[in-house]
Structures are given as C-alpha cells and as structure tokens.
C-alpha cells in the first residue's frame, strides 16, 4: 500500500479552511510565519474575516493553499509513512517541495510568497484561469490559439484549466458552451498561471531558488514528482529548472496522477483547502480511495483515516 499527498492549488480557500490545522501546536511557528509574510495579519483571522474575492488574491491566495498543506502535515506527521508519493498542483507543487523535506517548511512559505510576487509583477492586469471539461485537446488548443490564450492544466478526463485575460475567456467560454462543453467554470485565480504570460516570473523565480538550500533527492522513501512532465525530481538543478518553469508552462496533472498510479499508489490524501483534487482522483480512478482534509471533522478522524496507510 502507498499513500500519496497532493497539495492543492489556489481556488478552493475558505472560511472553514484552518478548522483541523489552526491549533496544533507543531504548526503554531508555520502560522507565525506566515502572518509575517501576510503583513502580521494571523491567516486564521483573514479565512474569518475576509471575503472569498480577499482569500482569492493571488499572493493570499497561494500563502493560504501552501500553509494548509505545510500545517496538515506537521499535525499528521505521526501517522504520514515513510514511504509516500508528493505531489502538488500548481502553487501546491511547491508546497510539496515542503511536504517531502526537501525544502524546509519555513523557507518554502517563503518561496511561495516570493513566487507569488514574482507573478504579480510579470502578470498583466485582468488575467486569469477558466476550466472547461469535455472538449478535446485539439479544440481547446485551436480556441486558444485564436483568442490568444493556452492551456495551463491538462486535468484527466478531458478537462482542461486554460489562462489568458479575462476578455480572451469569455469569449472561449462561449464558444465552448456553442460546442456543448460538459462544464464550464471561472476559476478564482487572477493570474494566468502555467502560460508564456508569466515567462518574466519563471526567470525571477529561478534566481531566488539558487539562494536557498534545498536537499535533494528527497529522503529515502519518498518519491516527490514533478508537474510539468510528471517524473521524479531527483536533482537539485534540473528540479529548480522544472519548479520555476512550471509557473510558465503547462501542467501534466492527469500524467502526474497516473505516475502515481504507476509508483503503487492505492490511497490519495489531499492536503489543502477543498476537495478539487481528491475529487479528480475518485473520477478518474474509481477503484482508488482519495480523501481531502476537509473531508474529515476532527484532526483524529484524519489519523485513524491515516494510520491504516501508515
Ligand atoms: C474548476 C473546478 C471548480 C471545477 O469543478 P466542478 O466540480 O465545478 O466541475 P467538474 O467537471 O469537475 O465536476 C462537475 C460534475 O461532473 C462530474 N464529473 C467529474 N468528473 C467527471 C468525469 N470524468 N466525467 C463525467 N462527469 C464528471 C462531477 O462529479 C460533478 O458532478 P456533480 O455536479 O453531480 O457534483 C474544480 O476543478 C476546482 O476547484 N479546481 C481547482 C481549482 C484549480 O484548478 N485551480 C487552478 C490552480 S492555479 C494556481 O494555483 C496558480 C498558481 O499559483 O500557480
């Protein structure tokens, strides 16, 4: 049996999101620096607080994903095996960098918010993501090559997270819906991650991880993949290449579940706010068990839940 860990991605942040995480006292230092890097505003008090447009800045935004996903683990180290598959979506990759050790906790909350300024300054006002699930591959790329937009996430089943400004999606939403989409979705993201949009982000954030230690391969049992092309990060350069290009290239997520597959995973646990990718995992694989943290209503639920992995 392997257990595998995804952390998610911006989108699903909520009031809720800290109930589990927000008062264990091994992540109390996590909260700490993360309410440094959010202005010394506590990150408990801005899910309470803020409106859902607030937690959705991007730079909010991704703080809060990764800080849930670092928190959980920390709170659920006991019972997280030894032997595990990383993997994270989007601003939830780097986070996994995290989850896995080889980066530490601290300096990877650090990163993401240095990545998310990174996006900010090299994004264009009024981008953003939009998904579209039961259009092929070849229709999707040929609407974003006429409204000057791209695919940003290739999810499983023919569904597709596609950036470009706000106006090019409209415009792709409406024609898709004309083709009889299956669904399609603003996605709370405003910026157009995983696109050449964001390749002056890709550059800045390169640099910035020269500076910082990072222990790579992982340790021993842990297989950490990459989301650009779904292998295994076992190099500290070609992995700091791969982390700062997949701001501004497509992600592989249905390649990077079926690597999961392929390494033995047989349960998924989503270590983040919401549901959206322990719900990919149940569709696409329905023989496979695949949980989110907030499928659960107190933190021992998740252990028990855990330990029959671990
Ligand atoms: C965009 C979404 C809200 C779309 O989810 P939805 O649930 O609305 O849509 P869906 O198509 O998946 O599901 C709609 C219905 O179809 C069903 N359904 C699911 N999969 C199916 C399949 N393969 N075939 C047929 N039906 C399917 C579902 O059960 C559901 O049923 P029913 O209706 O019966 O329930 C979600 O995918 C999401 O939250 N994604 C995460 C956000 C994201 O992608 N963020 C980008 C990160 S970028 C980022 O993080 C930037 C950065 O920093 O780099």
């Known amino acids: ?32 620096r993360a309410a440094a890097l959010l202005g010394g505003r506590d990150p408990r008090d801005i899910v ?14 991704q703080i809060l994903c990764s800080l849930q996903s670092l928190a959980a683990t920390v709170a659920l180290r006991d ?11 989007s601003v939830g990759e780097v986070a996994a960098w995290g989850v896995a050790g080889v980066l530490s906790m601290i300096d990877t909350l650090d990163l993401v918010a240095r990545r998310a300024e990174a996006m900010d300054a090299a994004s264009p006002a009024g981008d953003g993501l939009l998904f579209v699930r039961g259009l092929s591959r070849e229709v999707v790329d040929a609407l974003c090559e006429k409204h000057d937009a791209a695919v940003a996430i290739v999810n499983p089943d023919d569904a597709f997270i596609i950036g470009g400004c706000r106006k090019a999606l409209q415009i792709i939403a409406q024609k898709a819906k004309e083709m009889n989409a299956v669904r399609v979705v603003d996605v ?8 050449k949009r964001l ?14 230690p990072v222990t790579l391969p992982a340790p021993n049992r842990v ?7 779904a292998s295994p990060v076992a190099d500290i350069k070609i992995g700091s290449d791969k982390l700062a290009a997949q701001i501004s290239q497509t992600v592989h997520w249905a390649d990077c579940l079926q690597a999961c597959i392929e390494g033995g995973a047989t349960a998924f646990i989503e270590l983040g706010p919401g549901p959206a990718l322990s719900g990919m995992v149940t ?3 329905p023989g496979v068990t695949a949980r ?9 639920g998740a252990r028990a839940w855990l330990k029959r992995y671990s």
Do not use: K
């Not at 607080?49 to 991007?58: D, I, K, V, Y």
């Not at 019972?79 to 979506?89: E, K, L, Q, T």
């Not at 943290?293 to 933190?299: C, N, P």
């Open 223 to 229: 297989r950490l993949l990459s989301g650009i092309d």
């Open 79 to 89: 019972v997280i095996p030894d032997r595990i598959i990383v993997a994270g979506y």
């Open 48 to 61: 309470l607080t803020e409106n859902s447009e607030a937690l959705h800045h991007n730079r909010i935004g």
């Open 188 to 195: 709370p993201v405003e910026v157009a991650s995983h696109t």
């Open 292 to 300: 989110c943290l907030d499928d659960f209503r107190t933190l021992d």
């Open 1 to 32: 049996m392997t257990l595998t860990i995804l952390c998610s991605g911006q989108g699903r942040q909520h009031s809720g999101m800290f109930a589990l995480t927000g008062d264990v006292p091994e992540a109390q230092a996590l909260f700490a």
């Open 283 to 285: 569709a696409a694989y």
């Open 199 to 212: 390749a002056n982000a890709s550059s800045t954030f390169r640099e910035i991880l020269d500076h910082v």
